[in-house]
C-alpha cells in the first residue's frame, strides 16, 4: 500500500516483503495521485504513466492493482475509518505491507504503527518495512528520482529504479527529415494525449526501443537506439514543440512502426542539443552519436530494460 510513483527499489521491497505472506500480491494505491487533488499546483512530473505503472506491476509479479479513487471526500476520511472501509471490511488482507514512513487519512493522522494496531484486532498481521538505502545511506524517493532525470542524469535514475526509466506513447508521423539525412526516426506522441512519463531535459541518449503493440510482428522487440528530446533547433524555429525522436540502430523498419505503441528508455545522456551550421554538419555529429551510443548498448543494458511479457500460444 503507497503511492507508488516509479515503483523504484523501495517499493520492490514492499512488494517482495508481501510475497513471504502470501503467494497472491495485491498493490493498493491512489488515482489520482492525492497531491493532484490536494495541492495540483505542486503536484510533480510522474515518472510514468498509468499503463506504465501495470507494466512495473505485472513485471514484479503483482496480480493485482488496486485503484482506490481519491477525491477530497477521501482526504477528510478519518485514518481509522479508511482502514475499516477499504480494509477490514473491503479487501480483507491477510497481510498488509507498508514502508516505515507511511501515513494517511486526514492530515496524515495515520501511521503504520496505528494501521498495525488497528488491524490486528481482526486478525491481519501489518509488514513495516525500513526504508530502502540508496547514496549516502538516504531512502530511495521517487522524488530523488525525479531530482536527477531533471539533471540528465538517466544513469542513477536507472539505478535508483532497477531498470531505465522510461517513456510510454505511440508513434506518429514526422516531418521525416530523419529519414532525408539517413537517420530515420520513430516519432513518440504521448499516451492518450497526456503525459507518457517524465520525459528528462533536452539532449541526445542512448536509448532503447521496445515494441509494446500485441498485434505487431514485433511485438517484444528491444532495440538499441539513439534519442533526441529537444526542438530540432537546426531546422526549425524557437519555440518549437518539444520532441522525442528515436532512431533505431542498425535496423531499416520502414513504415512498420507507425501507430504502434511503444516505450524508449534512456540509458545513457550523450550530449546536450545543439544547433549546427547545417545538414552536414549535424549529420556527422549524428554518426558520432550512434557510435558513442553503441559502446554504450551492451547485452547488459539492454537486460536492464522492461520489456512486454513473452506471447503464450492458446
Given amino acids: 500500500m503507497g503511492a507508488f510513483d516509479g515503483l523504484h527499489r523501495g517499493h520492490q521491497a514492499l512488494i517482495e516483503r508481501a510475497r513471504t505472506h502470501a503467494e497472491r500480491v495485491a498493490l493498493v494505491t491512489f488515482d489520482p495521485h492525492p497531491t493532484a487533488v490536494l495541492a495540483p499546483e505542486r503536484?510533480?512530473?510522474?515518472?510514468?504513466?498509468?499503463?506504465?505503472?501495470?507494466?512495473?506491476?505485472?513485471?514484479?509479479?503483482?496480480?493485482n492493482l488496486v485503484l482506490l479513487p481519491f477525491d477530497r471526500d477521501m482526504s477528510r476520511m478519518a485514518a481509522e475509518d479508511f482502514v475499516r472501509e477499504f480494509f477490514t471490511e473491503g479487501l480483507a488482507p491477510a497481510a498488509i505491507v507498508v514502508g516505515a514512513d507511511f501515513r494517511f487519512g486526514a492530515r496524515r493522522a495515520g501511521t503504520a504503527s496505528s494501521l498495525q494496531a488497528q488491524v490486528a484486532q481482526h486478525g491481519v498481521v501489518t509488514d513495516i518495512v525500513e526504508l530502502i538505502s540508496a547514496d549516502a545511506g538516504k531512502k530511495v524517493s521517487s522524488s530523488d528520482i525525479r531530482r536527477a532525470l531533471h539533471n540528465g542524469n538517466v544513469a542513477a535514475a536507472g539505478e535508483w529504479l532497477g531498470r531505465w526509466h522510461a517513456v510510454a506513447g505511440t508513434v506518429e508521423h514526422g516531418a521525416k527529415r530523419g529519414r532525408?539525412?539517413?537517420?530515420?526516426?520513430?516519432?513518440?506522441?504521448p499516451v492518450d494525449g497526456v503525459a507518457g512519463g517524465m520525459v528528462p531535459p533536452k539532449g541526445i541518449y542512448a536509448s532503447v526501443f521496445t515494441v509494446w503493440s500485441p498485434q505487431s510482428p514485433d511485438y517484444g522487440a528491444?532495440?538499441?537506439?539513439?534519442?533526441?528530446v529537444g526542438h530540432n533547433p537546426t531546422f526549425t524555429e524557437a519555440g518549437a514543440p518539444l520532441k522525442v525522436e528515436t532512431h533505431v540502430l542498425d535496423r531499416q523498419l520502414g513504415e512498420r512502426l507507425y501507430g504502434l505503441d511503444v516505450e524508449v528508455a534512456f540509458v545513457k545522456r550523450l550530449r546536450d542539443e545543439q544547433k549546427f551550421?547545417?545538414?552536414?554538419?549535424?549529420v556527422a555529429q549524428m554518426h558520432r552519436d550512434a557510435d558513442e551510443a553503441r559502446l554504450a548498448?551492451?547485452?547488459?543494458?539492454?537486460a536492464h530494460t522492461l520489456t512486454p511479457p513473452t506471447r503464450t500460444s492458446s
Fill in 43 to 63: 503536484m510533480p512530473p510522474m515518472l510514468h504513466a498509468s499503463v506504465q505503472r501495470e507494466r512495473v506491476a505485472a513485471d514484479l509479479g503483482v496480480e
Fill in 180 to 189: 532525408e539525412l539517413g537517420f530515420p526516426t520513430a516519432n513518440l506522441a
Fill in 222 to 228: 528491444c532495440w538499441p537506439a539513439v534519442t533526441s
Fill in 277 to 282: 551550421d547545417g545538414a552536414e554538419a549535424l
Fill in 297 to 302: 548498448l551492451t547485452p547488459d543494458a539492454l
